[in-house]
């Protein structure tokens, strides 16, 4: 695209952009008025003008020069305003203050009429000229500046600028009430993906109503559709948790033996797997975003594998790190993460970095790692890898890595699969947003 470009410099914000949009056509309204009021008011009014003077000016000369400076500063230098003496010195250049626009078209009309040797227009509203007669005398005049320009050109840029602002301000006051509504909107759509429920009423104009209305009616609808997923859930494993206990009562009951054995650990498979079920599908909106210190909930994790023998340390970076979580989610995302790195490898390391706007807890292991191809699928629920990953799985039904993605999608962040380039195996960064 040829103004592609352009982007890179658009700001990225609703209210940037709507301000831009507001204030580019004032801006420009202003910008070429003003170059046509310079050009028609600044320069050719004052061109005409100084043409106009300069003929009472040739004629006071003419007199001075004929009559002698006493006589033309009493008839026609009185007369018309203007004051005339001979002129001993001459200034090296002309003068004029940096803000007088109209003195430049001045300083350029008034020697095409006069043999001007230099113009002073620092003089409180007046215009100096040191001029040549015709017999080669040199003559001072000094008449009023509104001879050759208007009194006051500036005003209508200044009320063209005043009415701008006064505008800007006004729109802008009557843009933000506008937006509010959107942003209120924005607000709650990314709580709500973060996994918290904001309170949010529709308002504003007929459109945000409407996409505000349906955003509740879709809130609504995933949260019964969660809802009734934990229930049909809880009521399965409520209702195979009691034929399991029979099966476990009734093998508890048979003669010891290798088909006995085998036996039990498939019931205990089973309830394993039910238990995974339910875990996968818990309803953790029931849990509220608190803070919470992420290095206290890290080091628990810890301790809770190292009562289970299993081989982790924690890289503790910084002190302490105040998030708001869900507690008992994240707690069971990093488990799952811990216990997946020991099952597939003998050591694993938990490390925590915190960024401006997230935090990143990382787990990796020295396992034989994932490819590439396969991470994205080893995080989607009951999906088992190649056997070289998969091979000390026991009774695990693929629920572990997609546990841990949906709890940091709950928290508005995401998991991540890597290489560990530490310990050679699989690297597990679970974001967080802060």
Not at 26 to 44: A, K, N, P, Y
Not at 136 to 148: A, H, I, K
Not at 318 to 333: L, N, S
Request: aromatic share 6%.
């Amino acid at each position: 695209m040829v103004f592609g470009w352009i982007k890179n410099y658009l700001p990225r914000g609703l209210y940037g952009r709507a301000a831009l949009i507001l204030l580019l056509p004032i801006v420009t309204l202003q910008i070429v008025v003003s170059i046509v009021f310079v050009q028609r008011h600044f320069e050719d009014v004052t061109r005409q003008m100084t043409a106009t003077t300069a003929v009472t000016l040739n004629y006071v000369l003419d007199q001075a020069v004929e009559a002698g400076a006493t006589a033309a500063q009493d008839d026609a230098g009185a007369a018309l305003g203007v004051r005339i003496t001979p002129a001993a010195t001459v200034p090296d250049g002309d003068g004029r203050l940096w803000y007088d626009l109209s003195g430049v078209t001045v300083l350029n009309a008034l020697p095409t009429h006069l043999d001007t040797r230099a113009i002073d227009l620092t003089v409180n509203r007046r215009v100096i000229a040191w001029v040549a007669g015709a017999d080669g005398s040199l003559w001072q005049l000094d008449f009023p500046r509104r001879n050759v320009s208007a009194r006051n050109p500036h005003q209508l840029l200044v009320l063209l600028i005043f009415a701008g602002v006064i505008m800007a301000v006004v729109a802008f006051i009557f843009l933000r009430n506008q937006l509010r509504p959107i942003r209120r909107l924005a607000r709650a759509a990314e709580e709500f993906g973060r996994g918290r429920h904001r309170d949010y009423t529709p308002a504003g104009a007929t459109e945000v109503r409407a996409a505000g209305a349906a955003f509740l009616d879709m809130r609504a609808r995933i949260e019964r559709q969660i809802e009734q997923r934990t229930l049909l859930l809880s009521g399965v494993s409520h209702d195979l948790r009691t034929p399991l206990t029979r099966l476990r009562l009734g093998l508890s009951m048979l003669p010891e033996d290798d088909e006995v054995r085998a036996l039990r650990r498939d019931v205990d498979d089973m309830a394993g797997m039910l238990d995974a079920f339910l875990e996968f599908a818990r309803e953790d909106a029931a849990e509220a975003a608190v803070k919470q210190d992420l290095v206290a909930l890290l080091r628990d994790c810890v301790d809770d594998a190292h009562r289970g023998h299993l081989p982790v340390t924690f890289s503790q970076t910084p002190q302490a790190a105040e998030v708001p979580v869900r507690g008992a989610a994240v707690k069971r995302a990093v488990m799952n993460l811990i216990t997946n790195g020991a099952r597939h490898g003998d050591q694993v390391q938990v490390s925590l970095t915190l960024f401006e706007r997230s935090a990143r807890i990382t787990v990796e292991d020295n396992g034989p790692g994932i490819a590439p191809e396969d991470r994205e699928a080893a995080m989607r629920p009951f999906t088992r890898l190649a056997p070289e990953r998969s091979q000390n799985d026991g009774g695990s039904v693929g629920l572990g890595l997609a546990i841990a993605a949906d709890t940091a999608r709950v928290h508005g962040g995401s998991l991540r699969l890597s290489h560990s380039a530490s310990l050679g195996g699989l690297r597990a960064d679970l974001l967080l947003a802060r």
